[in-house]
């Protein structure tokens, strides 16, 4: 049989007969102090040897969580604690509502927390800003980093321009010498030129596979960081094609090396309506440099100028007092080309939408920053939709991370900024050297499983497993959110939540109560 | 008259701790909204329930992403169910309550107790 | 890791900071002037319509819970900085404790707040675990005699003798995440705001709509049907020595006007702004709904009269040079500035300051959040979890 303790707030107005259920052992009252709440709990809980505790009366919200902690803290189960708010209730429905935690009460089991070695090392994909940020955080904190790099180096899209971001640290300094302090470092394996291949295992230990220019090799790593950057996307849809005169704003930097003589440049900004601020950033850069460089004159479209971000309004009234000329267009401007000239016609609402029609000799177009390593990301069920629950750097699956560009547009402070939370969140999960979890919240019994995967296909966090021995599913409980969307969904009903399971929610449907 | 509420823990519950809540009302915590089954929302009914709310997430909130899509389904199919054996299906209801929403639980909830009212005037 | 950090602010930038720093193992002081953690963000309303609209706003009662459960955290409420001094690449911070309402015995009964005439018992946000005094009104802080609340309260929560405590605490980091002052739209004398109850802050706005369900804003039956919103309120202003675009207001704006339509579908919206600033992940979808029911005119009213309805005049808008417009609310979308506590913040902890006044963070004293310069709810918290994650680095980079 259960021991129970019932705990009474002082003042909750509480018919101690109601009380009367053969588990309940002791019944005490509470100090109203919420200092003096957990003393008397924990007190009463170990002399008593209880097995869980019934808390009822007007109870704070956040009161509840103190208690639970303090129990974590003395050892005992935080999750054996049913607490019962008896605020505007009759004594009928106190009565209804003590029962009703009895019975709640009764279905709780005790926790069983497991605890794995975790393999203290991060595995990164991707060496542009974000990765590399990420990887040398972790590294100021003490944890050994992999990076796999596609290209032949280090550095990412923002390592292959030339400087001028009007930043407290200029980024491609910064690229250089992060690159040249990890590529120093014992504790940093640097794989470029190579190809993650697939990724198993979960968070504390996954194991991926890497192909290298000299073969397929394999690393473990308790957390996943994935850098993907971006692609660049040539905007169709305007009917622009590239050309000697038309040309894409990813290409601005391999222009500006050279001295060419445009005379009249024009940067044609947010094709896709709303464009974007890493768009606007380039484009002010572009024509800061451009400027500079060949002393041309120069335009700059948009629809909206996105001024959001520390250096954008600055470098716009730089380029500005530089003599830039800032039209904007509600409609799409008219673009003809004609021999050695690229001429817009269009409308600015700011100049009473009067016609304006410029001929430029070139046209730096700007295009759609796309996300990169879709497949990669499928391919592990990885993802990280428009969610506020998982901003900035989390995903589906725990331990498994995404910085920089391919999960949002983004300048350098952004990537920076991912790089470090990333770091941080790594160092959170893995620096003690262990994992602590939960070992049988939610469980298969293999013995009902008719192995028809369905909670595979359906656990969104990456959880469910296939158990080839037993011939049933698993759920591997560390990497486990328990949210129960798979007990639901089992057709055996093989899967059993604890605390959550159907006899205790038809029980508490039967007793009602909050 | 009895309204049984399944709450979301991470969304409807918090707004209903800052709620106050009419006697008629009892609450069942779940740990997402994906945890509810069809079962569960005709077993209150069997149970006597005369209204009953699946409150959880928005769609694009849910902490476990398609949990609160999933709940609207099954609320959607134990519809049906109640249409085949005559009970009005308006008396289920999926609603999203975030958990900063408390005003928006309490109208959700007077609503049913109204809309109950009336459907048995 | 045995180390021990200061938070100044209990806002999204302070809670982030505070849970990441306690996740690595460091003991937290996390001081809030206030009488409950949450900051603006917890008087923020869920700006979600049929769709979550990504305002954040549902994080602030998660984190403020996931902070309460946090054991290394040490939340102090009504408490401030009154010293600070540096030793061997320590601090000595001196804290002072406001104690009339004990927050421990607090139980949050209700009793002093149905006993108090004046309203000046409050509880700042409904996560608040102990309710707070509102100085500007209560009696007893006005000179006169009273003790109404404090004969009330069942646990002796409330003791107007009970003096403030102080006393120091020794940390190896500062977080300063002390947060921002909304722009105070009196200054824009000719926008009529303080003098024309139809024209409101987008602060207001949200605060409203947190309280009650409908449209129904000033809880008098009445509901706006053509609004207004009026971008770059304090922001992108010369004038007002704010060059900066404060990164929220559109959003918040576009949220609240779908919001308000989501509620009241005959709702007609109008926003007057110079270029909206869209940018992150997903908003292009609410951007776009906007644009389909919503009017857009480009440029800002020079001035309002208050008439009913309002009159808004115009000046070289949609290819006329000036026309004026009638709208029945008027809502304000007031940017982000400087806390006004900022130079005594900077003084105290030798901070530098921005061109605008924002706080610059320097080695060992960190700044996070909208101290630093504007961010929204999420930009905050992500902000506070970079920082602390930065000194964690160099912390341990020191150790090791």
């Not at chain 1, 040309?247 to 940067?267: C, I, N, P, Q, Y």
Request: aromatic content about 6%; glycine content about 10%; overall charge negative.
């Amino acid at each position: 049989m259960a021991r129970w303790g019932a705990f009474i707030c002082d003042g909750a107005g509480v018919d101690e007969s109601s009380l009367a259920g053969a588990e309940v052992v002791v019944t005490t009252t509470l100090p109203p102090q919420a200092g003096d709440l957990a003393c008397k709990l924990i007190g009463t809980w170990t002399r008593y040897n209880l097995d869980g505790g019934i808390l009822i009366g007007a109870v704070p919200e956040l009161v509840e969580e103190l208690l639970k902690e303090s129990l974590r803290q003395a050892g005992l189960d935080p999750f054996r604690l049913v607490v019962v708010d008896l605020r505007g209730r009759d004594k009928e429905g106190k009565d209804r509502e003590i029962k009703a935690a009895l019975t709640r009460a009764r279905h709780l089991e005790p926790t069983h927390w497991a605890k794995a070695k975790v393999e203290q090392r991060a595995l990164i994909i991707g060496g542009g800003a974000a990765g590399l940020q990420a990887a040398l955080s972790l590294r100021q904190l003490g944890l050994p980093v992999l990076i796999v790099e596609k290209e032949e180096s280090l550095g990412g899209r923002l390592g292959k321009l030339d400087g001028l971001y009007p930043y407290d640290v200029d980024p491609q300094g910064w690229i250089k010498s992060t690159i040249a302090t990890l590529q120093e470092d014992p504790e940093v394996e640097i794989l470029t030129a190579s190809k993650p291949l697939a990724l198993a295992g979960q968070v504390g230990d996954f194991i991926l596979e890497v192909q290298t220019p000299t073969g397929a090799v394999t690393r473990r790593g308790g957390a996943v960081v994935l850098a993907l950057g971006s692609k660049v996307r040539w905007p169709q849809e305007s009917g622009l094609e590239p050309g000697p005169r038309v040309v894409g704003l990813s290409r601005l930097d391999e222009l500006t090396r050279f001295r060419l003589r445009h005379k009249k440049v024009a940067f044609l900004l947010d094709l896709d309506e709303l464009g974007s601020r890493v768009g606007t950033l380039s484009a002010l850069r572009g024509a800061l440099r451009i400027k500079d460089n060949w002393g041309s004159e120069v335009h700059v479209l948009c629809r909206h100028l996105k001024v959001d971000g520390k250096p954008l309004e600055s470098m716009y009234r730089k380029a500005r007092d530089m003599g830039v000329l800032f039209f904007k267009y509600e409609e799409f401007p008219q673009v003809t080309e004609s021999g050695e000239e690229v001429t817009l016609q269009f409308k600015d609402p700011d100049l009473e939408y009067m016609v304006v029609e410029e001929a430029y000799d070139l046209l730096i177009v700007e295009e759609e920053l796309l996300p990169a390593g879709e497949e990669l990301m499928e391919a592990w069920s990885v993802s990280q939709p428009a969610n506020v629950r998982l901003y900035p750097v989390a995903t589906n699956r725990k331990g498994i991370y995404m910085v920089g560009c391919c999960r949002d547009e983004m300048d350098f402070p952004g990537a920076i900024q991912d790089g470090t939370v990333a770091a941080g969140e790594i160092y959170a999960l893995l620096g003690e050297g262990d994992l602590l979890y939960e070992e049988d919240r939610v469980k298969v019994r293999s013995e009902k499983c008719v192995f028809c995967l369905t909670c595979v296909r359906i656990c969104p966090h990456g959880a469910a497993e296939i158990d080839l021995v037993q011939e049933a599913a698993f759920i591997n409980p560390a990497a486990c959110q328990a949210c129960g969307m798979c007990a639901a969904d089992c057709p055996a009903q093989a899967i059993v939540y604890k605390g959550f399971d159907n006899e205790g929610i038809m029980a508490q449907l039967e007793m009602g109560g909050r | 008259m009895r309204i049984v509420v399944f709450c979301c823990e991470n969304s409807a519950y918090q707004a209903a701790r800052q709620s106050r809540l009419p006697a008629e009302v009892d609450l069942i915590r779940l740990p997402c909204g994906g945890r509810v089954e069809v079962l569960h929302l005709l077993r209150a009914f069997e149970g006597g329930a005369d209204g009953v709310l699946v409150l959880t997430c928005q769609e694009d909130n849910c902490q476990s992403l398609h949990g609160s899509a999933r709940a609207r389904h099954r609320v959607e199919y134990a519809k049906e169910i109640l249409k085949e054996i005559g009970i009005d299906p308006e008396r289920l209801q999926w609603h999203p309550v975030t958990s900063n929403m408390g005003p928006r639980f309490q109208k959700i909830v007077a609503d049913m107790v109204e809309g109950l009212k009336l459907a048995s005037a | 890791m045995k180390a021990s950090a200061l938070v100044i602010g209990g806002g999204p930038a302070g809670i982030g900071a505070a849970l990441e720093l306690a996740a690595a193992g460091i003991k937290v002081y996390l001081v809030e002037k206030e009488g409950a953690v949450g900051g603006w963000g917890a008087r923020y309303v869920c700006k979600a319509t049929d769709k979550c609209r990504q305002c954040s706003a549902c994080l602030i009662p998660e984190k403020i819970q996931e902070v309460y459960q946090e054991p290394l955290v040490e939340i102090l409420t009504n408490t401030q900085v009154v010293g600070f001094a540096e030793e061997a690449g320590r601090f000595q911070v001196r804290l002072q404790r406001e104690q009339t309402l004990d927050p421990a015995l607090c139980n949050a009964c209700g009793k002093c707040l149905e006993a108090c005439p004046r309203g000046a018992v409050e509880r700042l946000n409904p996560w608040a675990v102990a309710y707070s005094i509102d100085k500007e009104k209560c009696a007893v802080y006005a000179g006169e005699n009273c003790d109404l609340c404090a004969r009330a309260c069942p646990t002796g929560a409330i003791n107007f003798q009970r003096p403030s405590a102080s006393w120091d605490v020794s940390v190896d980091l500062v977080v300063a995440a002390t947060g921002h002052q909304p722009f105070d739209a009196r200054r824009k004398y000719r926008l009529g705001y303080g003098r024309f109850p139809r024209v409101i802050t987008g602060l207001e706005l949200e605060e409203a709509l947190n309280r009650i369900e409908g449209t129904d804003i000033f809880g008098d039956g009445w509901k706006p049907m053509n609004v207004a919103f009026i971008q770059c309120v304090g922001s992108r202003d010369v004038q007002e020595g704010a060059e900066y675009c404060s990164r929220v207001c559109c959003k918040y704006a576009l949220r609240l006007a779908g919001l308000m339509r989501h509620r009241e579908p005959q709702t007609q919206v109008t926003f007057y702004y110079m270029d909206i600033q869209t940018g992150g992940k997903g908003f292009s979808e609410v951007y776009q709904d906007c644009r389909e029911h919503f009017a857009f005119v480009r440029g800002i009213p020079a001035k309002i009269d208050g008439s009913d309805p309002l009159k808004l005049h115009l000046d070289g808008v949609s290819g006329q040079s000036f026309t004026t417009r009638e709208h029945d609310l008027v809502v304000l979308s007031v940017g982000i500035t400087p806390s006004p506590d900022n130079e005594e913040i900077a003084r105290l902890l030798t901070l530098n300051r921005d061109e605008h006044g924002f706080l610059k963070g320097r080695e060992g004293v960190y700044v996070a959040g909208t101290a630093g310069g504007p961010r929204d709810i999420s930009e905050s918290l992500a902000h506070g979890m970079e920082t602390a994650a930065k000194a964690i680095t160099k912390l341990e980079g020191r150790e090791g």
